[in-house]
C-alpha cells in the first residue's frame, strides 16, 4: 500500500496527469487532422464506405497501415496478403512500447496495456521529449495523450470520408507533406534536449539504416527494403540504447 501511495504522490507532484497529457498532444493535433482527413479522402476513392473508413480508424489506428490498406484494396489484393503488410508495418509499435516499458514499471499490467495500445508515432515522439527532458511519466498522464490523439484521428477520418469527393487531390492542399512536417518539429525538440553523445549515436544509426536499406533494395521492392531497414535499425537503436 505505501508503494501504491507513493507512486499516486508522485504522480500529484510532477503534475503529469490526465489534463497535462491533453495539452502536451495539442501541438500534434494539426499533423492528425491533416492526414486524417486524407486518410479519409483516399479510402474513399479506394471504394470504402464511410462507415468502413470509420472502422479502419478504430480498429486499426495506422496512418500508414491505412493508406496501404487503401492501396491494395484498390488493387484487389487478397485479404492474407493485405494483413500480413500491415502487420509487418505496424511491427515498429513493439519496439517503441518496448522503449518506453520501463517508465512505467510501478503500474499494473492493465495499465501499462492502456497506456501502450494507442501509442503511435507522434505520441512516442512526445513522450521521447518528456524521457531526453529528464521529465517522468506517469500512466494518466500517457492515456491523456494518447486518447486525445485518437478521439482527434477518428474524427478527422469521419471528416474526410464524408466530405471526400469535396477533396479530390489532397496533394495540392500539402496534406500529403503534414505528417513529415510533424516528424521534423518532433525531432528538432529531441534534438534540443538530446546530449551530444546521443547525437553522435543518432547518426550512425541513421548510416546504418541508410546502408541496410540500400542492401536490402538488391533482394527486395524499395518499400519492403525501407520497411526491413528501418525495423532492424529500430531494433539496434534499442539494443544499444544506454
Known sequence: MADVHASIGA???????????????IPTLLGYISIGIAA????????????????LAVLVYAG????????LVLEGSPAAAIILTI??????????SATLAPHFT??????????????????????????????GMTASWM???????????IISCAVGAIFGNWIADPEALGLDFAL?????????????????TKIKHYIRLILCI????????FFVSSHMAVLLATILGATIGVVTEK
Do not use: P
Open 11 to 25: 504522480e500529484e507532484n510532477n503534475e503529469m496527469n490526465f489534463r497535462q497529457g491533453v495539452r502536451d498532444c
Open 40 to 55: 479519409g479522402v483516399i479510402g474513399i476513392a479506394a471504394g470504402l464506405s464511410a462507415l468502413e473508413v470509420v472502422l
Open 64 to 71: 500508414s497501415a491505412q493508406f496501404i490498406f487503401a492501396a
Open 87 to 96: 502487420f509487418i508495418v505496424n511491427l515498429r509499435h513493439f519496439l517503441m
Open 106 to 135: 510501478q503500474y499494473s499490467v492493465w495499465q501499462n496495456i492502456g497506456s501502450g495500445i494507442l501509442l503511435t508515432d507522434e505520441t512516442f515522439g512526445v513522450a521521447s521529449v518528456k524521457t531526453q527532458q529528464k521529465q
Open 143 to 153: 492515456n491523456g495523450l494518447n486518447v486525445t490523439a485518437y478521439i482527434c484521428w
Open 180 to 196: 513529415t512536417s510533424m516528424f521534423i518539429a518532433l525531432l528538432v525538440l529531441q534534438l534540443d534536449a538530446v546530449e551530444s
Open 210 to 217: 541508410v546502408i541496410l536499406m540500400i542492401g536490402f533494395s
